[in-house]
């Protein structure tokens, strides 16, 4: 997880296969090819309240898969 305090938003790796959900612009990633600190292949953005909570099924996925 990283926080970006500039732009309010929080990003979220989780352990998902970004084959199993649709990507979207600015919420979610594909982050395969992408070097980052995350421990995941998928790249949540959070900057919102309604982001969370469209986040939270794909967090607990990727917990119950750990």
């Known amino acids: 997880m990283e926080v970006h305090k500039q732009t309010g938003n929080i990003l979220v790796f989780v352990?998902?296969?970004p084959d199993d959900v649709e990507?979207?612009?600015g919420f979610l990633r594909d982050v395969r090819s992408v070097g980052h600190?995350?421990?995941g292949d998928l790249e949540i953005t959070i900057g919102s309240d309604?982001?969370?909570e469209r986040a939270l099924p794909l967090i607990e996925?990727?917990?119950e898969v750990s």
Do not use: A, F, N
């Open 50 to 52: 309604d982001d969370l």
């Open 15 to 17: 352990k998902v296969s």
């Open 23 to 25: 990507t979207e612009e």
């Open 61 to 63: 996925k990727s917990y």
């Open 37 to 39: 600190y995350g421990t």
